[in-house]
């Protein structure tokens, strides 16, 4: 039994464009993948990401731009010329084939020696860990079983490259996070260039080496979970990784190295210059994360804190999560995620608290980004 | 999910409209190549031969409408046609009156005793047309089944006339196409989800009323399918008349065959053909019609 | 004769549920009144349905040589003088011969035919598609009467090639209709992986459409079979005097010559559409599955 190794190769994609009649689904869309690299192309439905994914694997098209994989181009090349290994969403095994032969499938395709390829089905069927399955049908397995036998059909072949599209959507949430620790260990060992496709954004922000996140079609910002997280380029990544809080609010000018926005008649917060290039009076959203919030009883007050009422103080485990109306007020409530230090919460509804945030943590997206996303 | 957005219509539109090629569809001249030897059979086997026959009726022997006219001026041609139509419904009311009862009982009964059922209106619906009108002769003739009875039991002394008329070969089509009201209705019945039916009788209603209220309004849609199945068949049987029929009970198909073998005039069988064919196809658009504004009914209820 | 589509979809939904008996909640005596009414209802139409057939297995062993029923003594003569009948067995075999090629060339074309239709894009679809199932609606009288016209100049009429044409041409949409609807429950995606593990599409067919959608290929073909060898009417005119099929020949006796040959005959095509339908049976019953 040999080792499966495999080498990836990069995916560049070049000002791709793909029209549906008349409709734009992927607009102007580049995305450099690195040899080996995990990406995820991250949105929600309608965003494009699935379409990008067909026109890498080949069932579509694009109107316009340039796919290749290494310095291959395959913009136009049949589907099975490509080279390509996928994973689909509801795994695509065939239901008349036992796993031994879905798997031999595309050796059968590459007319591999019968020997040969049955070496290859054992190492793949080690390397997923169901050896002693390979006289089933796929109907017998369980949908964890049938993704693995999915992996393995993918990456027979050796292609450099693998595309996921929404592996583990059909499996509940205990399975999905075993498998996605699964696919991780493959792909690691194989080096194989991985293009995920996700709805997901904790599937994506945890497997990924670089997170694509879409849009309506358009690419919003590529990067590291890490810098999605902290540095999102705009309002609609900001609210769609991770939780968000986003406040109407106004630029009133400076406070030493800060940018002063008012929330309300006393509610302000700070925010370093750099993130504000704005005229005094403009109307901006603030977004803050709910763990970038504290906060406190009354009295405790800081510069660039503000008051507000506890409508709601739940226990969700690991964490408190307080739900604050600013000034009082019911209409503008934040939520801040304050951690569960074994010690009981002194807050109840009805209270009065300040809350603070550092100016660091705090980000300004212009009023028309904000409606957009 | 984006799926269903994203591929189902528009990748069919993109492929009519723009070149960007899609492999989920398969290009034009590919579905071209695949249909092509069905083109040529049915166009030499079927388009041009239909064709023909209805030009003939204004081609043969004279051009003209003279077919047609002999059609409308000979009482006996109208009254076949009058009698086509009759028995055409009486068939179809018959099979109706006659099916339903045993499509409920397939779709309700236990698994086992429906799968008797099943295997009881299969068997004939398997069975030539043509051997289930010898039945029938078997059956019906002077020294038949059914005179023998009656004779046997001193009911009658001379043996009835049955066979040969246009009693038997109502008998015979409602036979032969029993099954094909059989099994719509039993579709459609089979579709109304059991718990209706149980939340019917739970709220009260009496077996007859969740008959009434339920399952019949529920089961339209395969009535209508079982009775335009029925009725065009009826309209344009062969078989059947031709062989359990006589020449008083001729109906449009008897006739149309007898213009061919008998007076070879291929102009009038033409003209017949034409009409028959007409009938048909209006009765077919107007059982659409029907059907559609039924489902639009039931629908808004 | 034709069977019909919803019966499949019926049957195999059948499979998977079970129904408790409706006479279970009857319980008064009125009810179970009305239920034993209705059962007597329903077998007496179902006698209805049943035996007329059924009567003719007896008539055809039957000794008397006048159609006599019930039979007085047993007897395979008739069977005999079907087989040692040379106008018999050549009808016979002309049927046969016509009906496997019919199986063979409508199964083809038909299958081609449905994936275009579910597939394929091609300007005209709708009308190519009402075009394909109308034998079915327009009344066999008028085909055979109009192929009969248009073929007989042609030399076409009661031979094999005429009979070839005609009853493809009328069990055509049979296929179409069975393999459109196993084309509609397979899944595309598979297709898609197929092509991903880099097979063409010549290859996908073969190896992974097909396969899955046998069922309904086999189903097409068997109606195909049917459509030809049972049918009559087309076959009554189409027939010459040298190329008979075995309907136009019984039709023929029927007419002039009632025997119980024609019993042993009806026997012979019963049997052998009941043959080809269970054999249609036990296939799509066969483990595995490939439907979804």
């Known amino acids: 039994m040999r080792r499966v190794i495999l080498k990836g190769e990069t995916v560049t994609l070049e000002k791709i464009e793909k029209n549906f009649a008349e409709t734009a689904v992927v607009r102007d869309v580049s995305i450099a993948v690195q040899a080996g690299e995990f990406l995820s192309l991250l949105g929600p439905s309608g965003s494009g990401k699935t379409t990008l994914l067909m026109m890498i694997a080949g069932f579509e098209a694009p109107n316009r731009g340039r796919i290749s994989v290494g310095t291959r181009d395959i913009t136009f090349e049949a589907p099975n010329k490509r080279d390509v290994g996928m994973v689909f969403q509801r795994y695509a095994l065939f239901p008349h084939m036992t796993v031994a032969q879905n798997i031999a499938f595309p050796l059968r395709m590459r007319r591999c020696s019968r020997a040969q390829a049955r070496d290859r089905v054992d190492a793949m069927l080690a390397m997923v860990r169901l050896e002693g399955f390979a006289d089933r049908l796929p109907q017998q397995l369980s949908g964890g079983q049938q993704q693995r036998v999915a992996v393995a059909r993918a990456l027979v072949a050796e292609p450099p490259v693998l595309l996921m599209d929404e592996p583990l959507s059909a499996l509940d949430k205990k399975l999905r996070e075993t498998m996605q620790l699964e696919i991780k260990r493959i792909q690691k060992r194989l080096g194989v260039t991985v293009v995920y496709v996700t709805h997901d954004q904790e599937e994506a922000l945890t497997m990924s080496d670089r997170v694509a996140v879409m849009a309506d079609g358009e690419l919003m910002q590529v990067g590291a979970p890490i810098d999605l997280y902290h540095r999102p380029a705009n309002a609609f990544v900001a609210g769609f990784i991770g939780k968000m809080n986003f406040l109407e609010g106004e630029y009133i000018g400076h406070d030493g190295g800060e940018a002063v926005i008012r929330l309300s008649q006393t509610a302000t917060v700070k925010c370093p210059t750099s993130s504000a290039t704005a005229v005094v009076g403009q109307r901006l959203t603030v977004a803050i994360r709910p763990e970038d919030l504290s906060v406190r009883p009354s009295g405790d007050v800081r510069p660039g804190g503000f008051k507000g009422r506890v409508e709601a103080a739940l226990f969700v485990g690991a964490a408190y999560v307080v739900l604050v109306a600013i000034d009082g007020r019911a209409g503008e409530v934040v939520e801040a995620r304050l951690p569960a230090n074994g010690g009981s919460l002194p807050l109840v509804p009805g209270d009065i608290v300040d809350v603070f945030a550092e100016p660091s943590a705090v980000r300004l997206f212009s009023h028309q980004q904000r409606q957009a996303a | 999910m984006k799926k269903a957005k994203t591929h189902k219509l528009p990748v069919r539109a993109a492929i009519s409209f723009t070149k960007s090629k899609s492999w989920r569809h398969y290009p034009i001249g590919l579905s071209l190549i695949l249909i092509i030897p069905l083109c040529l059979l049915l166009g030499f086997g079927f388009v041009y031969p239909v064709g023909r026959l209805l030009g003939q009726s204004f081609f043969a022997p004279d051009f003209g409408l003279d077919n047609y006219r002999r059609l409308l001026e000979t009482p006996l041609y109208l009254r076949v046609l009058g009698r086509t139509v009759i028995v055409a419904l009486i068939v179809m009311a018959a099979s109706l009156a006659l099916g339903y009862p045993v499509a409920l009982a397939m779709a309700r009964l236990r698994r086992d005793l429906a799968g008797v059922v099943m295997a009881c209106v299969l068997l004939p619906l398997w069975t030539s047309a043509l051997v289930r009108s010898y039945a029938w002769i078997v059956i019906l003739q002077r020294r038949g089944l059914v005179n023998d009875a009656l004779l046997g039991l001193g009911v009658i002394s001379e043996p009835l006339k049955l066979i040969y008329t246009e009693g038997a070969v109502i008998l015979a089509m409602t036979h032969v196409l029993v099954p094909f009201m059989i099994l719509p209705i039993f579709g459609a019945i089979r579709a109304i989800p059991t718990e209706l039916v149980q939340a019917a009788r739970n709220l009260g209603g009496g077996q007859f009323t969740v008959f009434a209220r339920i399952l019949l309004p529920l089961s339209l849609p395969g009535i209508f399918a079982g009775c335009l199945m029925t009725f065009i068949l009826a309209l344009g049987f062969y078989v059947t008349p031709a062989l359990v029929g006589g020449p008083s009970s001729l109906l449009m198909a008897t006739l149309i065959g007898q213009q061919t073998t008998e007076t070879l005039d291929w102009g009038f069988a033409g003209a017949l053909s034409t009409v028959l064919l007409c009938v048909t196809l209006v009765i077919v658009v107007c059982f659409r019609k029907a059907l559609s504004n039924n489902r639009g009914i039931s629908n808004v209820a | ?292």
């Open chain 3, 1 to 292: 004769m034709s069977p019909d589509l919803e019966f499949a979809l019926a049957t195999r939904e059948m499979a998977n549920e079970d129904k408790s008996l409706v006479s279970r909640n009857s319980r008064s005596l009125w009810k179970c009144l009305g239920a034993v009414t209705a059962g007597f209802l329903i077998l007496l139409i179902l006698l209805f349905l049943v035996l007329p057939i059924v009567i003719i297995f007896p008539m055809s062993f039957g000794s008397a040589s006048y159609l006599e029923f019930p039979p007085r003594g047993l007897t395979l003569r008739w069977y005999g003088q079907y087989l040692s009948d040379p106008d018999w067995r050549a009808a016979t075999l002309f049927s046969l011969k016509i009906a496997l090629a019919t199986t063979l060339s409508a199964t083809i074309i038909g299958t081609l035919a449905a994936i275009a239709f579910v597939r394929g894009s091609f300007p005209g679809k709708g009308l190519f598609q009402a075009i394909t199932l109308s034998p079915m609606i327009i009344p066999h009288i008028v085909i055979a009467v109009a192929v009969f016209l248009a073929f007989a100049p042609l030399n076409l009429s009661g031979s094999f090639l005429g009979f070839l044409i005609a009853h493809t041409m009328l069990a055509v949409p049979y296929v179409v209709l069975t393999v459109v609807a196993a084309l509609q429950r397979f899944d595309t995606t598979l297709e898609l992986a197929a092509l991903n593990c880099g097979a063409g599409r010549i290859r996908t067919f073969f190896s992974v459409v097909l396969p899955n959608i046998r069922v309904g290929v086999a189903s097409g073909a068997v109606f195909a079979f049917l459509a030809s060898f049972d049918e009559a009417t087309v076959a009554f005119f189409l027939s010459g005097i040298e190329g008979k099929t075995i309907t136009r020949k019984m039709f023929e006796d029927i007419d002039f010559n009632l025997t119980p040959v024609i019993a042993a005959v009806s026997v012979v095509l019963t049997v052998t559409s009941l043959l080809v339908m269970g054999a249609l049976h036990v296939f799509s019953r066969n483990p595995v599955p490939a439907q979804r």
